[in-house]
Nanobody, 121 residues
Framework: QVQLVESGGGLVQAGGSLRLSCAAS????????MGWYRQAPGKQRELVAA???????NYADSVKGRFTISRDNAKNTVLLQMNSLKPEDTAVYYC???????????????WGQGTLVTVSS
């Protein structure tokens, strides 16, 4: 009933930019924390950026100064602006949201389907 849909991945040259979007749909009462993770070939999945309900942000050291996470609460959407992309940024990017469904007090962790970002040198 509730799902996350990602978009914005693709192929870009080093130094270029991409903007990832993740929108939650369904009977959502509220969304707490949201974040972006990535997994490159042969590596563990890692946190890229996260944003709390109050707007507080946290970034991996490797992307600080280049990536910006933001949220649009009215649209239940989390965005990741990726600038000055490097080949080492190549990975599948996943969004995650902690949501409360309408009619329930319980909270659930939801993951997007993943979107591939490829940065060529």
């Amino acid at each position: 009933q509730v799902q996350l849909v990602e978009s914005g991945g693709g192929l870009v040259q080093a130094g270029g930019s991409l903007r990832l979007s993740c929108a939650a749909s369904g009977s959502i009462f509220s969304i707490n924390a949201m974040g972006w993770y990535r997994q490159a070939p042969g590596k563990q999945r890692e946190l890229v950026a996260a944003i709390s309900s109050s707007g507080s942000t946290n970034y991996a050291d490797s992307v600080k100064g280049r990536f910006t996470i933001s949220r649009d609460n009215a649209k239940n959407t989390v965005l990741l602006q990726m600038n000055s992309l490097k080949p080492e940024d190549t990975a599948v990017y996943y969004c995650k949201c902690n949501v409360r469904v309408t009619g329930s007090i319980a909270r659930f962790e939801l993951w997007g389907q993943g979107t591939l970002v490829t940065v060529s040198s």
